[in-house]
């Protein structure tokens, strides 16, 4: 035996072509801190399922949930100016939306869908908090607006998922503009007598809460999300008292009439699509029954 051969080279190529394990494979809750795989995460829309606790979501991985075999088709919204006020703190204006494009492989923070959801045709929107805190400016207003166009262009409800941090400051008074204009949008859905589901995130505050997204004809937001237009810290500073226990949460929302309904996200498919179904009219949505061949023997009966 040559044991150079055998037994020396092996061992050496063993080391050398030895693979890193990736970094990322676990991922602790920040609320009960329990490691969970990153598969298992994924296939529960990036809820713990340990505690319940909703991680943040890419508004491509919430359509592929919401909407009937994941299947959607992208809307784009039109262009907006860049930089309209040629602004600069830090930084320019523009070196952060380049940033930000990079980080999300977005254009800005909405994206828009339209789809079915348990056979309902609907228009959806999403906003990303990862881009700029999902902070509303000219092309967010742009992107709502034109989602509201094609829901009545296709007389399809319109649903908005909701996450911003408020209007974007470095857009100055044209980002304050963008409440009013997706007010708009939301009367242009009244007119066409068409299903409006505004659907909170964590956390939703600021211009976005003072417009569109206090306008549903539902309002549902996912557990313990934050709500607000002044954050509770601001609040407190100001009047200089504790706030109670879960102020400006979600379920003290719902307790107190602000909200319609708290929805786990990976029941939000199931909720929304029941609600779409009661609001127009149309029967109870039946799931697809198993073929015959699936269906596990039944139990013998005397």
């Given amino acids: ?48 399922p340990y505690c319940s606790h909703h991680m943040r979501i890419t508004p491509a991985a919430r359509f592929e949930a919401l909407f009937d075999n994941g299947a959607f088709r992208e809307i784009d919204p039109p262009t907006a100016v860049l930089d309209p006020l040629n602004f600069r703190d830090t930084k320019r204006y523009t070196d952060r939306i380049k940033e930000a494009r990079k980080a999300t492989g977005r254009t800005d923070a909405v994206l828009i869908g339209k789809g079915e959801i348990l056979g309902v045709k609907t228009v959806a929107a999403a906003a990303d908090f990862s881009f700029m805190a999902g902070s509303m400016g000219v092309a967010v207003g742009d992107a709502i607006l034109e989602g509201a166009r094609t829901a009545v262009d296709e007389n399809a409800p319109f649903i908005m998922f909701s996450a911003a941090g408020g209007a974007r400051m470095q857009e100055g008074i044209l980002s304050l503009m963008q409440m009013p204009r997706t007010t708009i949008a939301v009367q242009m859905l009244r007119e066409a007598k068409l ?23 539902v309002q549902i937001s996912e557990p313990q999300a934050l709500i607000c237009f002044a954050g509770p810290r601001v609040i407190e500073q100001t009047i200089r008292e504790k706030l109670p226990e879960g102020f400006q949460r979600a ?11 708290v929805v786990d996200r990976r029941k939000m498919r199931r909720e929304v699509g029941r609600l779409l179904r009661l609001m127009l009219k149309m029967p109870p949505h039946t799931e697809a029954l198993p073929a015959p061949d699936d269906v596990p023997p039944q139990p013998a009966t005397a």
């Avoid at 589901?197 to 549903?216: D, E, K, Q, R």
């Avoid at 719902?254 to 309904?261: A, C, R």
């Fill in 1 to 48: 035996m040559n044991w150079i051969t055998n037994y020396v080279r092996p061992r050496i190529g063993t080391l050398l072509n030895r693979r890193e394990t990736p970094d990322n494979l676990w991922l602790k809750c920040p609320d009960c801190s329990q490691m969970i795989f990153h598969r298992e995460l994924t296939e529960s829309q990036q809820v713990c």
């Fill in 195 to 217: 299903p409006y589901i505004s659907v909170f995130t964590h956390p939703t505050t600021g211009g976005v809460t003072a417009s569109y997204a206090m306008l549903g004809d």
């Fill in 251 to 261: 379920e003290y929302l719902l307790e107190h009439g602000m909200l319609d309904m």
